[in-house]
């Protein structure tokens, strides 16, 4: 069990949340316990107005994001971990340059940061660079060789090895049966994934099977999923012309 909660002045609650931060990991991870972590580098109004920014991440509302990040900037510009947020946003809009850059200030400010979390940064930089596809790959199957349970790792490592071109080993890694279990953002990202590899194979019918349970995942989830539903969406229009047009033809989906 956990000690009780700290109390501190309003004016210190950063320092009190950095105090109970190393509270909890010296619990969780105690042969960690001597590790330097980042500092939180950030005054009262500064971290209020991250709360707000991550509650607006939460609900996967990415200008909020974008704007409380930058508004956190202004007070806290050291401040690491609200520019890694900033990627995720940046990277969900498409925005694929905004969110490398993001991605590599917040690993310059997030000093000094474990090896095993660097490489996490390293390997999701590498893949926001659209020349870099193989190399993605190879990032992210050995995060997915440490971390075997991490399956959002193997996830991203199918994904880039479809972009290299190697479609078959990618639909070996989606087809696995430990999907099942995952938080419902992996389920859907995975079924998308595997609705555009198979596409790409010639398997038109049952791309649209994942599609399709694809969007009915999305429609179970709520609010705050439209990139998701645009993207199945999209996929159910484009293999619903493909397989008119081109029935038992390869042809890209990307």
């Not at 991870?29 to 005054?43: E, M, Q």
């Not at 430990?178 to 859907?188: E, N, S």
């Amino acid at each position: 069990s956990f000690p009780p909660g700290l109390r501190g002045p309003r004016g210190e609650t950063p320092e009190v949340v950095a105090r109970l931060s190393a509270e909890v990991m010296a619990r969780l991870l105690p042969a960690r316990s001597a590790d330097r972590w980042p500092a939180l580098r950030l005054d009262l109004p500064a971290a209020r107005r991250y709360v707000e920014g991550y509650e607006a991440y939460k609900r996967r509302d990415w200008l909020a994001t974008i704007q409380a990040g930058r508004d956190v900037l202004e007070r806290a510009p050291g401040f690491g971990l609200v520019r890694l947020q900033m990627a995720q946003a940046f990277s969900k809009l498409g925005q694929s340059i905004a969110a490398g850059a993001q991605v590599a200030l917040g690993r310059k400010a997030l000093v000094p940061l474990p090896p095993e979390a660097d490489a996490i940064l390293a390997a999701w930089q590498i893949g926001l660079d659209p020349q870099q596809p193989t190399e993605a790959a190879q990032a992210y199957a050995a995060l997915a060789g440490r971390y075997p349970h991490q399956t959002g790792f193997a996830l991203r490592q199918a994904e880039f090895l479809a972009r290299a071109g190697d479609l078959e080993q990618a639909r070996q890694i989606l087809a696995s049966p430990v999907w099942d279990l995952q938080p419902v953002a992996t389920r859907i990202d995975r079924l998308l994934a595997l609705s555009r590899v198979v596409g790409n194979l010639g398997h038109l019918k049952e791309a649209r099977i994942h599609a399709e349970e694809a969007m009915a995942l999305v429609t179970a989830a709520g609010k705050g999923w439209s990139l998701e539903r645009g993207s199945a969406l999209l996929l159910q229009a484009q293999l619903g012309t493909m397989a008119f047009d081109h029935a038992g033809h390869r042809v890209d989906l990307h």
